[in-house]
């Protein structure tokens, strides 16, 4: 599932595609009812026809694509989704479930497998994105704060990594690798991490998600950048998806337990309880 490193990669890739671009015309499909949120397919579409596009940002996951007309256009990817950028015409793919004309003669792709993707138009991204928590590569991303949200919560710590309204865009790959990276285990409850960790920790996903957006994110399954292309992260990840092979640093088997529902890799040699 693309997170914040795979969705700013993707950004980063469609802004001298996208920016001062008009949209000729849209088109989602009938099977992909619940793509376009709070409005009818085609209210969606007759309100992209015609808007300009003046910028594309990103707010944890969010893709932001700013409109004229104070409009915005935000895309999650979910699961599977693939905002392509295609020069001649979308790819003949039975997963296309929307396409967008340019006044460029180019093209942007909606490819989405699992059909969890979502899309909004929307004055206000508050509607959408109101509830998230700090952007961790944001000077918004601060020790003492994100310290006293850990205090606030008793769960395990790698669940709360993963909650949208603690902290914007971290998923499963850079929770496990910045838990790593810190030597807490994940399975700790999040009130008992103290403020030194808390650091560790504050500064090990500051510096994965970095590295991450460096090598133009994790390509483990489905993601693509916007040119159809994959990323290399996947490639120096220490603990996401090495049940059984040895640690990098000191040799034990990586572990694979359930947190809060989710995978979760450690190693139990310098992530101790
Ligand atoms: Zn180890």
Redesign the pocket.
């Known amino acids: 599932m693309p997170e914040l490193p795979e969705v700013e990669t993707i950004r980063r890739d469609l802004v001298p595609l996208l920016r001062g671009r008009t949209v000729r015309d849209a088109w989602i499909s009938p099977n992909a009812p619940r793509l376009a949120q709070l409005m009818t397919p085609e209210a969606f579409c007759r309100g992209l026809r015609g808007r300009r596009i003046e910028d594309v940002g990103r707010r944890g996951k969010y893709l932001l694509i700013h409109l004229d007309g104070g409009l915005t256009w935000i895309v999650h990817l979910r699961m599977t989704g693939r905002l392509q950028h295609a020069r001649e015409g979308c790819p003949d793919d039975r997963h296309l479930r929307a396409k967008f004309k340019l006044d460029d003669g180019g093209w942007l792709c909606f490819i989405d497998m699992r059909k969890f993707g979502t899309m909004w138009l929307v004055d206000d991204v508050d509607l959408v994105t109101g509830k998230l928590g700090p952007e961790p590569l944001d000077e918004t991303f601060d020790v003492a704060a994100f310290h006293g949200s850990l205090k606030r919560r008793s769960t395990a710590i790698k669940a709360v990594l993963l909650d949208q309204t603690v902290l914007a865009g971290v998923g499963n790959i850079y929770a496990d690798e910045s838990l790593f990276r810190a030597g807490i285990d994940p399975r700790r409850a999040a009130n008992r991490i103290s403020r030194p960790a808390a650091g560790r920790l504050h500064e090990a996903i500051v510096e994965v998600l970095l590295e991450a957006v460096g090598d133009r994110g994790s390509s483990f399954q489905d993601y693509v950048d916007a040119r159809g292309e994959a990323g290399y992260y996947h490639l120096k990840v220490r603990v996401f998806r090495r049940t059984d092979e040895p ?1 990098l ?4 088997a990586i572990r694979r337990v359930k947190v809060g529902g989710r995978s979760t890799h450690f ?1 139990p ?2 992530q101790k309880r």
């Open positions: 640690c640093v000191c040799g034990t190693c040699g310098c």
